[in-house]
């Protein structure tokens, strides 16, 4: 969140292991960041402060950049 503050429009925020090491989906996941990861993909998809995608290579990654005002 701190990235929303920090960041002027056009910069660029990237944020590794979208994916969740694969359990993204998991009803029980096994690491136990799954919850945040779950928690800050909800939270950057729905924020229109920035233009965001996942880009789906490894764990995937996030590619988002801040808009203009």
Same mark, same amino acid.
């Given at each position: 969140?701190?990235?929303?503050?920090?960041?002027?429009?056009?910069?660029?925020?990237?944020?590794?292991?979208? !994916?969740? !090491?694969?359990?993204?989906?998991?009803?029980?996941?096994?690491?136990?960041?799954?919850? !945040?990861?779950?928690?800050?993909?909800?939270?950057?998809?729905?924020?229109?402060? !920035?233009?965001?995608?996942?880009?789906?290579?490894?764990?995937?990654?996030?590619?988002?950049?801040?808009?203009?005002?």
């Amino acid at each position: 969140r701190e990235a929303e503050r920090l960041l002027r429009p056009g910069g660029m925020l990237l944020a590794d292991n979208a !994916f969740a !090491f694969g359990e993204l989906f998991a009803q029980e996941p096994q690491d136990r960041e799954t919850p !945040f990861i779950r928690e800050y993909n909800e939270w950057l998809s729905n924020n229109h402060a !920035f233009q965001s995608i996942i880009l789906p290579y490894g764990d995937g990654c996030w590619c988002a950049v801040r808009r203009e005002h």
